[in-house]
């Protein structure tokens, strides 16, 4: 087996219009994961539908309905190959009705590629996808300021933009003397794989200089350790084999571990990855594991399995930092949608919002505001409806993330800051 280059997840983000979609699409072609003729296929098409620029853009535009109105409407996942790095790239939709689509991808992200138009500079949800990027973890983040042939490969232009979104940046937390602004055309190709001569202004890297460059994400081993269920099957002559991916600590033959909401202890007797068996799983892995004392009826889905010695999180309440991503009219008290985290899906009443805050700066605007409505963020005290899993985002960030989910669109996503623990006895 060739050993596998090291794995991250790339959210793409931005306004609408910014080009993300030609980025990405462009991208695949300087990797050699799209081939020409493929590109030029969809040139043609595009140029027949009066949409000559959009042939990148298409290669992530595989829907048919995206096309005819020429925006990204779900996420497209999408792999290529840098020198050091294989990507899945989560193409965030930057349309406002499809904003609820970006959350699912970015909360799984380990670094985001922000782009935006140099004539147009920095746009509401240019701000709106760098808060939520904070809030979400990603601490790794690349800018490209695109479209520098619509501005004439103008450096003033370049370093208007440039001031704009570091004020930004600094405001929400990331520094924006540790990141890349990348002057670029998705279009022409300039600086995506190799530097441009329209930019000679220009000394810095390349947009795949900076993908390589990124610092792998740390593999979370010192923390306790949690594997979300995914399945659980029953195999003659082995008996009960929970699957999941292990998300933090380390997973050992012999160990002691414990399921929670389940409340049900038992002992790993074996571990397998693709088929071989495994002293030890590490995060990332997604495992199949037989335990001694658990039964197939005993776990399901959206249990989580922990170190017996520090069992997983049940929470009675929960404080939260939401952002509500889109709602058709107001969020209250009372409200009970369902809240994906990890592999549960669990219906979670908002029993008091607590904080309204400003978007762009985290600042409390309001004391207790009777509701909230799209494009709001807040701190809220939330109550599970059924015994749930969750971290502190602090202590096991991966267990600490959740989308709200209702009436089939993302409404808001959040991350926990504190738990009043369940009893379980």
């Given at each position: 087996?060739a050993v596998e280059k090291p794995h991250m997840n790339l959210a793409v983000i931005g306004h609408i219009d910014h080009g993300k979609s030609t980025t990405v699409?462009?991208?695949?072609?300087?990797?050699?994961?799209?081939?020409?003729?493929?590109?030029?296929?969809?040139?043609?098409?595009?140029?027949?539908?009066?949409?000559?620029?959009?042939?990148?853009?298409?290669?992530?535009?595989?829907?048919?309905?995206?096309?005819?109105?020429?925006?990204?409407?779900?996420?497209?996942?999408?792999?290529?190959?840098?020198?050091?790095?294989?990507?899945?790239?989560?193409?965030?939709?930057?349309?406002?009705?499809?904003v609820k689509n970006m959350i699912t991808g970015a909360s799984q992200a380990d670094a985001a590629l922000l782009v935006v138009a140099a004539p147009d500079g920095?746009?509401?949800?240019?701000?709106?996808?760098?808060?939520?990027?904070?809030?979400?973890?990603?601490?790794?983040?690349?800018?490209?300021?695109?479209?520098?042939?619509?501005?004439?490969?103008?450096?003033?232009?370049?370093?208007?933009?440039?001031?704009?979104?570091?004020?930004?940046?600094?405001?929400?937390?990331?520094?924006?003397?540790?990141?890349?602004?990348?002057?670029?055309?998705?279009?022409?190709?300039?600086?995506?794989?190799?530097?441009?001569?329209?930019?000679?202004?220009?000394?810095?890297?390349?947009?795949?200089?900076?993908?390589?460059?990124?610092?792998?994400?740390?593999?979370?081993?010192?923390?306790?350790?949690?594997?979300?269920?995914?399945?659980?099957?029953?195999?003659?002559?082995?008996?009960?084999?929970?699957?999941?991916?292990?998300?933090?600590?380390?997973?050992?033959?012999?160990?002691?571990?414990?399921?929670?909401?389940?409340n049900k202890e038992g002992e790993v007797k074996s571990i397998e990855m693709h088929h071989e068996e495994i002293p030890q799983a590490l995060p990332g892995d997604?495992?199949?594991?037989?335990?001694?004392?658990?039964?197939?009826?005993?776990?399901?889905?959206?249990?989580?399995?922990?170190?017996?010695?520090?069992?997983?999180?049940?929470?009675?309440?929960?404080?939260?930092?939401?952002?509500?991503?889109?709602?058709?009219?107001?969020?209250?008290?009372?409200?009970?949608?369902?809240?994906?985290?990890?592999?549960?899906?669990?219906?979670?009443?908002?029993?008091?919002?607590?904080?309204?805050?400003?978007?762009?700066?985290?600042?409390?605007?309001?004391?207790?505001?009777?509701?909230?409505?799209?494009?709001?963020?807040?701190?809220?005290?939330?109550?599970?409806?059924?015994?749930?899993?969750?971290?502190?985002?602090?202590?096991?960030?991966?267990?600490?993330?959740?989308?709200?989910?209702?009436?089939?669109?993302?409404?808001?996503?959040?991350?926990?800051?504190?738990?009043?623990?369940?009893?379980?006895?």
């Amino acid at each position: 087996m060739a050993v596998e280059k090291p794995h991250m997840n790339l959210a793409v983000i931005g306004h609408i219009d910014h080009g993300k979609s030609t980025t990405v699409g462009r991208l695949l072609f300087e990797t050699g994961t799209v081939p020409p003729h493929i590109i030029e296929s969809f040139r043609k098409e595009a140029e027949s539908k009066g949409k000559g620029s959009f042939e990148f853009a298409w290669v992530m535009d595989s829907l048919k309905e995206e096309r005819e109105r020429g925006i990204t409407i779900d996420i497209a996942h999408k792999r290529f190959d840098t020198d050091k790095y294989y990507f899945t790239v989560v193409d965030c939709p930057g349309h406002r009705d499809f904003v609820k689509n970006m959350i699912t991808g970015a909360s799984q992200a380990d670094a985001a590629l922000l782009v935006v138009a140099a004539p147009d500079g920095v746009m509401e949800q240019t701000k709106e996808h760098v808060f939520l990027s904070r809030t979400l973890g990603i601490n790794q983040l690349i800018i490209g300021i695109n479209k520098m042939d619509a501005a004439k490969y103008d450096e003033k232009r370049y370093n208007e933009v440039k001031e704009q979104l570091s004020q930004l940046l600094k405001v929400v937390g990331y520094k924006p003397d540790d990141i890349s602004f990348i002057p670029m055309s998705a279009f022409v190709g300039d600086n995506v794989a190799k530097p441009s001569e329209n930019t000679p202004w220009y000394k810095g890297p390349t947009v795949l200089d900076a993908l390589n460059a990124l610092s792998e994400p740390e593999k979370p081993t010192n923390l306790p350790m949690r594997l979300p269920i995914q399945d659980v099957y029953t195999i003659s002559g082995i008996g009960t084999v929970p699957v999941g991916r292990v998300e933090t600590g380390v997973m050992k033959k012999g160990m002691k571990v414990s399921f929670m909401p389940a409340n049900k202890e038992g002992e790993v007797k074996s571990i397998e990855m693709h088929h071989e068996e495994i002293p030890q799983a590490l995060p990332g892995d997604n495992v199949g594991f037989n335990v001694r004392g658990i039964g197939k009826g005993d776990i399901r889905r959206g249990d989580v399995c922990g170190a017996a010695d520090v069992p997983p999180t049940v929470a009675e309440e929960f404080i939260a930092q939401v952002v509500v991503l889109h709602h058709p009219s107001a969020l209250t008290v009372g409200y009970t949608p369902v809240f994906h985290c990890h592999t549960a899906q669990i219906a979670c009443s908002f029993v008091e919002l607590m904080k309204k805050l400003d978007p762009r700066t985290g600042q409390v605007k309001e004391e207790n505001p009777t509701f909230l409505k799209t494009g709001d963020a807040a701190i809220v005290k939330v109550r599970p409806t059924q015994p749930m899993v969750i971290e502190k985002v602090k202590e096991i960030p991966q267990l600490g993330r959740f989308a709200v989910r209702d009436m089939g669109s993302t409404i808001a996503a959040g991350v926990c800051m504190d738990i009043t623990p369940k009893q379980m006895r």
